[in-house]
């Protein structure tokens, strides 16, 4: 009959096994990112972009619940148009959360962080009348336009194109957005 070995011999054995596999996984070391822009510039930009990805996404689910609910007699102008703003709303998240990830951060990508971040409020809970549906997506996209143009000193600093140009692109859309939905308002 074998002998059976003592608990210690088995710890023994486990771990010779354990440092023999370990010895043939090559190790992955990855290398620190030098796209020359610092640490700390790229630190400071990409919590910029977090805000602004959180107001992008908060403003994209204002507009999208407004495109649900509204009603009145601009319905079928104010649904298109909802629809729209949404459509570039939702196809803007991607490109900012993509930005953030290339400066080697994590994007923010819950509700709660989500809701930490932004300067947007959420919708209301009661979809308001149609009119004032456009008055809070005109301060939400002129909330959106501020934001951006916040961590455009960070990018223009650090001399990161890229997010620069990231950011003019936004604000171009939503200074545009804000101008027609405030059009709307007057009499």
């Known amino acids: 009959m074998a002998k059976q070995p003592t608990p210690k011999a088995g710890r023994t054995a486990t771990a010779t096994a354990t440092a023999t596999a370990a010895a043939a996984t090559p190790t992955i070391t990855v290398p620190r990112m030098d796209i020359g822009i610092s640490d700390k510039d790229r630190a400071a930009i990409a919590g910029g972009l977090g805000r602004l990805l959180a107001d992008t996404y908060t403003l994209y689910l204002t507009t999208h619940n407004f495109h649900w609910n509204v009603t009145g007699p601009m ?20 490109p900012i959360a993509e ?15 989500f809701a930490e971040l932004s300067s947007i409020p959420d919708a209301p809970t009661t979809p308001p009348k149609a009119m004032e549906m456009v008055q809070i997506l005109v301060s939400g996209h002129e909330a959106v336009a501020r934001t951006a143009r916040a961590v455009f000193p960070l990018a223009d600093k650090a001399a990161d194109e890229p997010t620069a140009d990231l950011l003019t692109q936004r604000l171009t859309v939503h200074e545009s957005q804000a101008w027609m939905l405030r059009s709307l308002l007057e009499d």
């Open 99 to 113: 930005r953030i990830r290339s400066l080697g951060h994590p994007a923010p990508g819950s509700a709660k962080q």
């Open 75 to 94: 319905f079928n102008t104010l649904h298109t148009m909802f629809m729209t703003q949404y459509t570039e709303l939702w196809n803007a998240v991607d």
